[in-house]
Each structure stands twice: as structure tokens, then as C-alpha cells.
């Protein structure tokens, strides 16, 4: 009796195919995974590309509006000293010929209010000249240190608080582009500023400091403080020219009540040098009072 067993042919084609076929699907696994690496890396890639181009059009747009308000403050402080000015002087002589032309036995009220028409303008002319020096672009030709130095003194002096101002002693400050200088001086004239109009306070102090990767000016004072989410409020304070320099140099503001128990508002506004002023050397930095 015949007992062998006979295998169809068909079934090897079969499972050749089969091999094959597992062949194949296993280099296409191979090389989707290779594929996978690159793909997320061209991702991230983009992405990355994307950030950067994104950070370069908000410096740029911070730049042009800075210097929009720049051509603005010029534009209104000449406006003052121009028609505001003879205006001014317009009306002294007003006054003047009044009170030439006042009888001898004028009654002393109209004296009076003469003198008071005086003294207002007077402060008129004191106010005018002071926003005039304010709308106008300080100079920084011996260094931003200097300048803010020059103008805290007088700040101190026309508001009464007591300042102390301490700069970090690095020489990167020496090195800073007039727009680079513009902007730094700018945030910090306004952060002392809104303490004189709004926060009731006997005194502010200003730091500069300076690490490796960031410049930054932190404003503290002793007042009131301020509201809850006031600091997030572009429409107070200034704050949105603020913001818009520190954008300018891919820095940010920070505005918020003082740490710890102490009363009053602070404001930190940062800057990175590398905006400021490109790849610098970076002396290590020192510390110095300045005592006003």
C-alpha cells in the first residue's frame, strides 16, 4: 500500500509569498522608524524657525513703535516751548499793562489777583519747561549710568522722595547703542515717574543689575501699592510703552505689589544683553551705591 504523503506545490509558493511579503513590510517598519527621527526633527526644526522669526517681528514692531513715540515726544515738546511758550509771555504782558493802567486807588483785590495771575503763570512756565526736559531725549553721550544718575538727583529734588539708586558696576553699560541707552533710560523715567503722580510715597529705590544674559532695572517704593491686575493693564501707568521697549530687546516688564510685607509697588523690566548690544564680552559684575 502506497503510504507516502503528497504536498501540493502550491502551498511552498505560498509561504515564499508570505516570507516576502514580511520581507518587505519589515523594511518599510525600518524605515519609517529611520524616517521618524528626521521627521521630528525637521519639526522641531520649523518650529524652531518659526519662534525665532516670530520673536524678530516683535522686536521689530516694538522698535517702530518706540520710535513713533520718540517722534511724538519731540513733535509735542516743541509744540510747548513754541506756542505754549508764547502764549505764556503773551499774557505777561497782559498783566503788566493792567496793572500799569491801574488807578492809584484801585481796590487792593485787584491787586491781589494780579499777583495771583503772576504766580500762575509762573507755574505754568515751571510745569511747561519741566514736561518740555521730560519729552526730550536725555543725554547719554558719557553713559546710561550717568545719565539716569543726573536725572534721579533732579527727580529727588523737584519731588521731595528720598531716592537711592545702585548700579552694578559692569562695563557693558559703557558699551550700549544710543537706542539701546534711549530705552533703558525711558522705562526707568517712567517707573519713578508714576511713583511721584500715583503711588503717595516717601521714597523709591532703583537697582541695576546685570548677570550674564540680562540687564535689568528693578524699581521699588513705599506707597499705597497697587490695585489687583492693575500691572496686566496696558492702558495704566504707561505700561505699554514700557513693555514695548523691553520687546524691543526681547526683555519684559513685570509690575506688582512689593515682596514680602512691606507696602508699596515694584517693578522689574529686563532686558537681554545679547538685543542690547549683540556678543560681548561679559565682565563679571560688581555692585556700587550710589546715595542720593
Not at 499705597?224 to 492693575?230: D, N, Q, S, T, V
Not at 500691572?231 to 514695548?244: C, I, K, N, P, S
Not at 530687546?249 to 544683553?273: C, I, K, N, P, Y
Request: aromatic share 4%.
Amino acid at each position: 500500500m502506497d503510504t507516502s504523503i503528497v504536498v501540493p506545490m502550491h502551498g511552498h509558493g505560498t509561504s515564499a509569498r508570505t516570507a516576502d511579503a514580511q520581507r518587505a513590510s519589515g523594511a518599510r517598519a525600518s524605515r519609517a522608524a529611520k524616517a521618524a527621527p528626521a521627521s521630528g526633527t525637521a519639526a522641531r526644526t520649523a518650529s524652531a524657525d518659526e519662534v525665532t522669526r516670530l520673536k524678530a517681528r516683535v522686536r521689530e514692531l516694538a522698535s517702530e513703535l518706540t520710535r513713533t513715540q520718540e517722534a511724538t515726544r519731540r513733535r509735542v515738546a516743541q509744540e510747548l516751548h513754541d506756542s505754549l511758550g508764547a502764549e505764556v509771555t503773551a499774557a505777561r504782558f497782559a498783566l503788566a499793562n493792567v496793572e500799569t493802567w491801574l488807578p492809584a486807588d484801585a481796590p487792593p483785590q485787584c491787586t491781589t489777583a494780579l499777583e495771583t495771575a503772576q504766580r500762575s503763570l509762573d507755574a505754568v512756565t515751571e510745569a511747561a519747561q519741566q514736561a518740555v526736559t521730560e519729552l526730550h531725549a536725555p543725554t547719554l553721550d558719557k553713559g546710561i549710568v550717568c545719565a539716569l544718575s543726573h536725572w534721579i538727583n533732579t527727580f529727588a529734588a523737584r519731588t521731595g522722595l528720598r531716592m537711592s539708586f545702585v548700579c552694578a558696576a559692569d562695563a557693558r553699560l559703557m558699551r550700549l547703542s544710543a537706542d539701546a541707552s534711549l530705552a533703558v533710560f525711558r522705562v526707568a523715567q517712567e517707573a519713578l515717574n508714576n511713583v511721584a503722580k500715583h503711588a503717595r510715597a516717601s521714597g523709591a529705590d532703583m537697582r541695576i543689575e546685570a548677570t550674564a544674559h540680562y540687564l535689568s532695572i528693578v524699581v521699588s517704593d513705599d506707597g499705597i501699592g497697587i490695585p489687583p491686575h492693575a500691572g496686566q493693564d496696558e492702558r495704566q501707568f504707561g505700561l505699554a510703552g514700557m513693555r514695548a521697549r523691553c520687546n524691543a530687546f526681547d526683555g519684559e516688564l513685570q509690575v506688582g505689589a512689593s515682596d514680602g510685607d512691606a507696602s508699596g509697588t515694584t517693578v522689574h523690566a529686563r532686558f537681554e544683553w545679547k538685543a542690547l548690544m549683540g556678543n560681548a564680552s561679559r565682565p563679571r559684575a560688581r555692585r556700587t551705591a550710589i546715595r542720593l
